[in-house]
């Protein structure tokens, strides 16, 4: 099975920061990695999909990098609607896809 | 507009029965595979059912968590997926998801539509 981490487990940022989430598969994943945000008491909300495609309706602030093992989701510019977890998930070894434990953004 | 809605969660004892459903609309049902996300209570995300689309068979897979309790299933004519949990244990609880498979560029699947939840409170 294909393991996911995130890092960091949470953090502190200002409206207005650049806020960088970095994930790491246990195997190569190409690029069949998906980010998610969920907001509290919400369902999660897809925002990037193969590693670097903005789903649409998604600002443009929100980012994706990577292939291989390690991926980052960048957000430009953090705005309050942004404070919420981020989920990644590897497609790549189906069709029970794994998520990581999730990184949580909280107000400075 | 693609919606999926969640109902037939609840309280429930251990040892108990459950049916979730999954209503969808505003999409060709038949042509997407369906899943089963659940959410443990202050917890991360796991995929528990997975149901291809008829012309893939219609074939499931489960975690190995709810293997040989839990049966996925679908419903083309009505659009609905339907999540029957058996012998329910403490641990089962959870909001359960219904969401939408999509294959992207590259053979990429993402999941790009969710319904609300559905909250399953397995206690004595």
């Known amino acids: 099975d294909v393991q996911m981490t995130q890092s960091p487990s949470s953090l502190s940022a200002s409206v207005g920061d650049r806020v960088s989430i970095t994930c790491r598969a246990s195997q190569s994943i190409s690029v069949y990695l998906n980010w998610y945000q969920q907001r509290p008491g919400k369902a999660p909300k897809l925002l990037i999909y193969?590693?670097?495609s903005l789903q649409s309706g998604v600002p443009s602030r929100f980012s994706g990098s990577g292939s291989g093992t390690d991926f980052t989701l960048t957000i430009t510019s953090l705005q309050p609607e942004d404070f919420a977890t981020y989920y990644c998930?590897?497609?790549?070894?189906?069709?029970?896809?794994?998520f990581g434990p999730g990184t949580k953004v909280d107000i400075k | 507009e693609v919606q999926l809605v969640e109902s037939g969660g609840g309280l429930v004892q251990p040892g108990r029965a459950l049916r979730l459903s999954c209503k969808t609309s505003?999409?060709?049902?038949?042509?997407?595979?369906l899943t089963w996300v659940r959410q443990a209570p202050g917890k991360g995300l796991e995929c528990v059912a997975f149901i291809r689309r008829e012309a893939y068979g219609g074939t499931t897979e489960y975690a190995a968590s709810v293997k040989g309790r839990f049966t996925i299933s679908r419903d083309d004519s009505k659009s609905i997926a339907y999540l029957q949990m058996n012998s329910l244990k403490i641990e089962d609880t959870a909001v359960y998801y219904c969401t939408r498979v999509t294959r992207g560029t590259y053979g990429a699947d993402f999941f790009d539509y969710w319904g609300q939840g559905t909250l399953v409170s397995v206690s004595s």
């Open positions: 505003g999409f060709s049902f038949g042509a997407y595979t």
């Open positions: 193969a590693a670097s």
């Open positions: 998930q590897q497609t790549y070894s189906s069709p029970l896809f794994t």
